[in-house]
């Protein structure tokens, strides 16, 4: 495990005030047209940005948040039960076993992706464990010089992201590229 400092420092990263501006949480999760009733699998979590933001929005729902640090499980189980948050639950999954539970409607995943070592294997065992008509929500850099995300070298461009997950089996079902200026919104579905 890293030093607890290093962990406090990327979760403060992760939740800056500024994130807001450019990631439009808001935006995102209303864009998903949830009922409030649904299982959402945070896959990637972090420091739970989105799955908070999830948790208020599924208020009858549930949010699995996966992660594979321990630290950042540690950190979302203590803010759910310091909170009293109780449709979260925290899970730390290995790097190459994403574990999708049984039951979940819709798999989320931002700026993960360009993180896994082996994508096509990955995604196939996330397909493995969704459900028919579940969607998988995949949020990654844009290629180009921007003043947010990763190095250029590790950006996947919108064409390789529709071909990997469409080899997985899953559906590309819409695309929302006026919704964030950095980054790209794609909706799978499995048939």
């Given at each position: 495990?890293?030093p607890f400092e290093?962990?406090e420092r990327y979760?403060?990263f992760?939740?800056?005030?500024?994130?807001?501006?450019?990631q439009?949480?808001?935006?995102?999760?209303?864009?998903?047209?949830?009922r409030?009733?649904?299982?959402?699998?945070?896959?990637g979590a972090?420091s739970g940005y989105?799955a908070f933001?999830?948790?208020?929005a599924?208020?009858r729902?549930?949010?699995v948040a996966?992660d594979v640090?321990?630290e950042?499980?540690r950190?979302?189980?203590?803010?759910?039960m310091?909170?009293?948050?109780?449709?979260i639950e925290?899970?730390l999954i290995?790097a190459?076993?994403?574990n999708?539970?049984?039951g979940?409607?819709?798999?989320f995943v931002?700026d993960v992706?360009?993180?896994?070592?082996?994508r096509?294997?990955?995604?196939?065992?996330?397909?493995k464990?969704?459900?028919?008509?579940?969607?998988l929500v995949?949020?990654e850099?844009?290629?180009?010089?921007?003043?947010e995300?990763?190095?250029e070298a590790?950006?996947?461009s919108r064409?390789e992201?529709?071909?990997?997950?469409?080899?997985?089996g899953l559906?590309?079902?819409?695309e929302?590229?006026d919704?964030?200026?950095y980054q790209?919104?794609?909706v799978?579905?499995?048939?």
């Amino acid at each position: 495990m890293r030093p607890f400092e290093d962990v406090e420092r990327y979760i403060a990263f992760l939740d800056r005030a500024d994130r807001v501006v450019w990631q439009r949480p808001a935006n995102v999760i209303a864009a998903l047209g949830l009922r409030g009733t649904e299982t959402v699998m945070d896959l990637g979590a972090g420091s739970g940005y989105f799955a908070f933001r999830f948790a208020k929005a599924l208020p009858r729902g549930k949010v699995v948040a996966a992660d594979v640090e321990p630290e950042m499980i540690r950190h979302i189980h203590h803010k759910v039960m310091t909170e009293g948050i109780r449709n979260i639950e925290a899970k730390l999954i290995k790097a190459d076993a994403p574990n999708v539970p049984d039951g979940v409607d819709l798999i989320f995943v931002c700026d993960v992706l360009h993180h896994v070592a082996n994508r096509p294997a990955w995604l196939a065992k996330i397909t493995k464990g969704m459900a028919s008509n579940a969607r998988l929500v995949l949020i990654e850099f844009k290629e180009g010089d921007l003043p947010e995300g990763p190095p250029e070298a590790v950006k996947i461009s919108r064409d390789e992201l529709v071909a990997l997950v469409s080899r997985a089996g899953l559906v590309l079902e819409s695309e929302r590229a006026d919704l964030l200026p950095y980054q790209t919104f794609l909706v799978f579905r499995k048939p």
